[in-house]
């Protein structure tokens, strides 16, 4: 796809789910602090966020700090998120995150995407997600899996690789529209473009979708 012509289309697209998905600009994952983002965008991996904000309140009112974590160990967490997906690799991941930040940053989630990424269990959709909505900075495109099935098929980039989608989209989304596009992207793949099944007669972008059975 042609710069100008990406930006014309993500343009017309945004506009279009901003009007259609009003609601979703801001993650649903629940939380106050920064550290308890980390935490529930860590557990959110190939789990839904409802199902994270079930488990969230038990496991934050008994380990409500990062030194809380400190002398635990995962299988100490496995009763408050063992309904979630991958729960034994994420309390160890956890623990060792809280580790890390209370040895190399004093307890305090830091901002920037090269300190957050070498924290144990955190890429950059992690880190993209924690930036953008903890700190309202913003170094990237957090890209998870219903971005990449919608991404796919909007733009045909053909890849199941996060980041290099980041980077393409990173090209010709404009940097305010960064956070922005990481929901309404969530939301249609939640609502009408499914891994599963499209429902393109349903989706508000079936007239500019490449993929779409829509034939107008």
Not at 56 to 66: C, D, E, G, Q, R
Not at 137 to 159: K, M, P, Q, S, Y
Not at 167 to 188: G, Q
Request: some cysteine; proline content about 5%.
């Amino acid at each position: 796809m042609q710069r100008k012509s990406a930006k014309n289309k993500i343009s017309v697209i945004i506009s279009r789910l901003k009007r259609r998905y009003p609601e979703e600009l801001r993650t649903w994952l629940h939380y106050k602090n920064p550290w308890e983002l980390l935490v529930a965008t860590m557990l959110s991996a190939q789990s839904q966020d409802a199902q994270v904000n079930k488990v969230t309140p038990a496991l934050f009112k008994n380990y409500p700090n990062i030194i809380n974590y400190l002398n635990k160990k995962p299988v100490n967490l496995y009763p408050y998120i063992m309904t979630l997906g991958l729960y034994r690799n994420k309390s160890k991941n956890i623990i060792k995150a809280a580790h890390y930040i209370h040895d190399n940053f004093h307890d305090r989630v830091p901002k920037h995407m090269e300190q957050l990424v070498q924290i144990p269990g955190v890429g950059r959709k992690t880190a993209n997600v924690v930036q953008g909505n903890a700190f309202e900075l913003i170094e990237g495109i957090a890209i998870d899996t219903h971005c990449i099935t919608v991404a796919n098929r909007l733009f045909l980039f053909n890849t199941n690789n996060a980041e290099k989608i980041e980077r393409r989209m990173m090209e010709f989304v404009p940097k305010d529209e960064w956070i922005n596009v990481t929901h309404l992207l969530i939301a249609l793949g939640r609502d009408v473009c499914t891994a599963r099944r499209k429902y393109c007669e349903n989706c508000v972008l079936n007239d500019l979708c490449p993929s779409s059975t829509v034939r107008k």
